[in-house]
């Protein structure tokens, strides 16, 4: 099964800074099928990002996805109060799906 | 609008049983694949079983044998019916959607979550 490791474990920032987040696939991910999810505690996983670059609806521009192959990234342009949350990347394109182990965004 | 409602989860002793439910309402449920896929503090998101639209089920490895998911296009519910728990069963289990009628896909909405804790 494909393993994504995310990095780094951890990410503290202020609001308005800049925020890149990383997902590194042990083998290159068919058709870039990577999905990130936002996760706030006691909720459940909300989609972001999918087919590596497409935002969901309803998510804000300053949320964006790059990548291929075997590397890829979310990027938070300008950090908002609301975004400090735990992200987590996933990869549909072979079986089984697998997720990474979450990238925590703290208020620094 | 799109909700996904699960039901069912319970604290049961090692080697017992339980039946999730996952109630749908919102988008035309027999169009969908639908997936389980739980938590865990410890080995974070994990994906379970999922079914096609039209009701071909397939599982993780860690479950196969022991879970069987199913659905009731008739009723827009979802089922999970796990037997032969074991503690590291434990955990939140959600029910997705997926994207698309068959295959793997990302998951556009999720439950709130069934809590499920094996232990003696």
């Known amino acids: 099964e494909i393993v994504l490791t995310q990095s780094p474990g951890t990410l503290s920032l202020s609001p308005g800074e800049r925020a890149t987040l990383s997902c590194r696939a042990t083998q290159s991910v068919s058709k870039n099928s990577v999905a990130w999810y936002q996760q706030k505690p006691g909720q459940a996983p909300r989609l972001l990002i999918y087919a590596a670059s497409t935002r969901a609806t309803g998510i804000p521009d300053r949320f964006s996805g790059s990548g291929s192959g075997t590397d890829f990234t979310l990027t938070v342009s300008r950090l908002d109060s609301e975004d400090f949350a735990v992200y987590f990347c996933?990869?549909?394109?072979?079986?089984?799906?697998?997720f990474g182990q979450g990238t925590r965004l703290e208020i620094k | 609008e799109v909700q996904l409602m699960e039901s069912g989860g319970d604290f049961v002793q090692p080697g017992g049983s339980l039946r999730l439910s996952c109630a749908v309402t919102g988008f035309n449920f027999r169009n969908y694949g639908m997936s389980w896929v739980r938590q865990t503090p410890g080995k974070g998101l994990e994906w379970v079983s999922g079914v096609s639209g039209g009701g071909d089920a397939y599982y993780a490895d860690s479950v196969k044998g022991r879970f069987t998911m199913s659905r009731d296009n008739s009723k827009n519910t979802l089922y999970l019916q796990m037997n032969s728990l074991r503690g590291d069963d434990t955990a939140v289990y959600y029910c997705?959607?997926?994207?698309?009628?068959?295959?793997?896909?990302?998951?556009?909405?999720w439950g709130q979550g069934a809590l499920v804790s094996v232990s003696s």
């Open positions: 997705v959607k997926e994207t698309k009628f068959l295959g793997a896909s990302h998951y556009d909405y």
């Open positions: 996933q990869q549909y394109g072979a079986s089984p799906v697998t």
